[in-house]
């Protein structure tokens, strides 16, 4: 079964900082890409299974993804945080073929339950 687990939103000033965390569980094989939604629809970061990462132009230099491995626990570092930067955002597991970017997904795609983030001026 497979379990996605999102902590770490909450609220700051404009140019702060969060780590979002997702303790992802029963998607560690099989080639799925790890990433962030935010408001459900808009693809923020992707790290694939070969370690290929991938950024929306919006957050490109101020967000960092990556994965502990160990501990099956995919962060989302967020820096310079703008209040535009305001909204649920989701982890997601994507099968091979798609990732939070879009593409041909051959298999089912998986969310959590969302956190949010909210940044004020």
């Known amino acids: 079964q497979v379990q996605l687990v999102e902590s770490g939103g909450g609220s700051v000033q404009a140019g702060g900082s969060l780590r979002l965390s997702c303790a992802a569980s029963?998607?560690?094989?099989?080639?799925?890409?790890m990433g962030w939604l935010r408001q459900g629809r808009e693809g923020v970061a992707s790290l694939d299974s070969d370690?290929?990462?991938r950024y929306a132009d919006s957050v490109k230099g101020r967000f960092t993804i990556s994965k502990d491995n160990a501990k099956n626990i995919v962060f989302l570092q967020m820096n310079s945080l703008q209040p535009e930067d305001t909204a649920t955002y989701y982890c997601?597991?994507?099968?091979?073929?798609?990732?939070?970017?879009?593409?041909?997904?051959?298999?089912?795609?998986?969310r959590g339950q969302g956190t949010q983030v909210t940044v004020s001026s």
């Open positions: 029963g998607v560690t094989h099989n080639g799925y890409s």
């Open positions: 370690g290929t990462t």
């Open positions: 997601a597991a994507n099968p091979p073929g798609c990732t939070v970017f879009g593409g041909y997904c051959r298999g089912p795609k998986f």
